[in-house]
């Protein structure tokens, strides 16, 4: 381990930026919804919407089946937080951590692959330490949520295709596979990607046996579930119109990929590359340059066979990645998810960049450290610097494709999204739902019945006050819910003592303040103004492009002058 010292120092780097302060902020509205539902597991065994007290579903009810029990998403990560509630209690370091420590053994994955692949330890550094500096991987991991799953699961899954030689492997590809699929449906993709290198890549022949021997297990176990969960997959995608939205989807989604991993620095690096295989032959290094491994040289200047497999895995991946966002997300939503369906392409890409960084260098630390600083503190290697001529503030929904371009010309060209995200860590960055959460536990009573209109899953978790107005006459779910008895405060407003507005998301759930005041009004309630809430739309968002860090500092332009947050106190006659 004496010779893997540099990595030490990343691991340990990694670790500490995964781990410190990782309870610090509420809660976003993703984590909250993966919060909650870990939570009734603890209740029930199963991810159930409705625990006793409120119905949790930002899907209008699309995502659950007449039991009330959630289907549509896949399981692995409720269970995954739910064994960290029963250890640690249920809190907001308990919901994050597994979720950390799968992109910290991320990192590790991300080092001993691109190691073993190269054989040669400073391109494993640079994927790593590349890895490290991205402040949308540090995200990703730092949430409650799927996304450092998909990343983990990717990398075993591709690690065990590669040493796939035995019934063993065969079976462990198989889980990782099942595990994989059942943390995002995406993670089919690169699943699908292996099968078909194994018929027409011929590196691959030999997983071919292997793999084929798994996929039966692969597709019982995760086939019947898009036949469960079909309603809550219809509910958040947009089918294709036309063979040109296709490709406008398609540019969309290599803008993002290409706004939070070095895309563009590796098309570079591989044109390079490319020229360096044509000229290679003729005129060779002066001398054999790479590392010394039992006694034999390993030259680094040139892309060896697996080196060139692992390449071809990534790129191949990549774009099926693309071709499922294409296929299934408009380009406005691509714009605001980014590429969380796709977190695992930032550790591929990484791997890419730093296996290519090392190859083109010859080995020399000359070249590949200097490399190694641009890709990782600059952004160079993205596409936002060339981007100067894009609109800054773009509406998405009436643009063909809308780029992510930081107001600050600094932040354009360097990655000062690093000492932001660094100064966060020991920063408090409460936002409106942190505090709508201290207002209500300071003036609320256990049992009042609590209206929103925006991250209610969060406001639940922090509060435990039961919310009402969760379920409307159009959902979904509603005549199952009224079968199973569900109470009266769940289908309406009648009885709610408190309303937190987020009049930014006013109409957002197909309902607005001005018929909820209305039916109040009509009831003979009283409806009293008790705070505003300066409003920040989000606490703890995953996408950097809209992450509010503290000082309500934006790396990406916001939206200005949002209206406040309004707390309510409702009093109802006798």
Request: glycine letters at 6%; proline letters at 5%.
């Amino acid at each position: 381990m004496r010779s893997h010292w540099p990595f030490a120092i990343v691991a340990s780097l990694g670790l500490a930026l995964l781990l410190i302060n990782l309870g610090s902020g509420y809660l976003w509205a993703d984590e909250g919804d993966t919060a909650v539902l870990a939570s009734n597991i603890l209740k029930f065994g199963v991810p159930k919407a409705w625990d006793g007290v409120t119905f949790m579903d930002s899907d209008f009810g699309a995502r659950e089946n007449d039991q009330l029990v959630m289907v549509s998403s896949p399981w692995v990560q409720y269970y995954l937080a739910a064994a960290s509630f029963a250890l640690f209690g249920q809190n907001t370091f308990a919901a994050r951590l597994p979720f950390a420590l799968a992109g910290w053994m991320s990192i590790l994955f991300v080092y001993f692959f691109v190691w073993r692949i190269t054989v040669n330890r400073w391109a494993g550094f640079c994927a790593a330490a590349l890895l490290v500096s991205s402040v949308q991987f540090l995200l990703y991991c730092r949430q409650c949520r799927y996304y450092s799953l998909s990343i983990l699961l990717t990398c075993g899954l591709i690690w065990i295709f590669f040493q796939m030689k035995s019934a063993r492997h065969c079976v462990l590809f198989a889980i990782t596979a099942i595990l994989l699929f059942h943390a995002h449906p995406i993670g089919i993709m690169p699943v699908a990607v292996l099968g078909i290198l194994t018929l027409i890549y011929r590196p691959f022949s030999f997983q071919r046996r292997w793999f084929w021997f798994a996929f039966p297990a692969i597709i019982a176990f995760t086939l019947p579930w898009f036949a469960l969960a079909h309603a809550g997959y219809t509910e958040n995608t947009a089918p294709l119109r036309s063979s040109g939205e296709f490709f406008v989807r398609l540019i969309q989604y290599l803008l993002e990929c290409a706004s939070v991993t070095p895309l563009i620095g590796i098309a570079i690096l591989f044109s390079i590359l490319l020229v360096f295989r044509k000229f290679a032959p003729s005129s060779p290094p002066p001398e054999p340059r790479g590392i010394v491994e039992n006694g034999t040289i390993h030259a680094s200047g040139f892309v060896k066979s697996q080196e060139t497999a692992f390449l071809v895995v990534i790129f191949a991946t990549f774009l099926s990645y693309a071709l499922a966002m294409a296929l299934t997300q408009r380009t406005a939503a691509l714009w605001v998810t980014g590429v969380r369906y796709t977190a695992a392409i930032i550790p591929l890409l990484a791997m890419a960049a730093g296996l290519l960084i090392v190859k083109i260098s010859w080995g020399k630390i000359s070249i590949w450290l200097p490399l190694l600083l641009v890709f990782a503190f600059t952004n160079l290697a993205q596409i936002t610097p060339w981007l100067f001529w894009a609109d800054t503030n773009p509406d998405p929904e009436n643009k063909l494709v809308a780029a992510h371009v930081p107001e600050k010309v600094v932040d354009r060209f360097f990655a000062t999204g690093e000492l932001l995200f660094l100064r966060d860590l020991w920063r408090s960055n409460p936002g409106t739902l942190a505090k709508s959460c201290e207002f209500l536990r300071q003036h609320a009573q256990p049992g009042d019945v609590v209206i929103t209109n925006y991250e209610s899953e969060p406001l639940y978790f922090h509060t435990r006050l039961p919310q009402g107005m969760k379920i409307t006459r159009q959902d979904p779910i509603y005549e199952a819910a009224r079968r199973r008895g569900l109470p009266e405060y769940i289908f309406g407003v009648d009885r709610a003592r408190w309303v937190i507005w987020r009049f930014n998301w006013d109409d957002y759930l197909g309902i607005n303040w001005a018929e909820v005041e209305r039916h109040f009004l009509s009831e003979g309630a009283q409806i009293t103004e008790m705070a505003k809430v300066e409003e920040t739309a989000w606490e703890n968002r995953e996408n950097i492009h809209f992450h509010r860090f503290s000082g309500d500092t934006y790396l990406f332009p916001s939206e200005k002058d949002k209206p406040s947050a309004r707390v309510f106190r409702i009093d109802w006659p006798a």
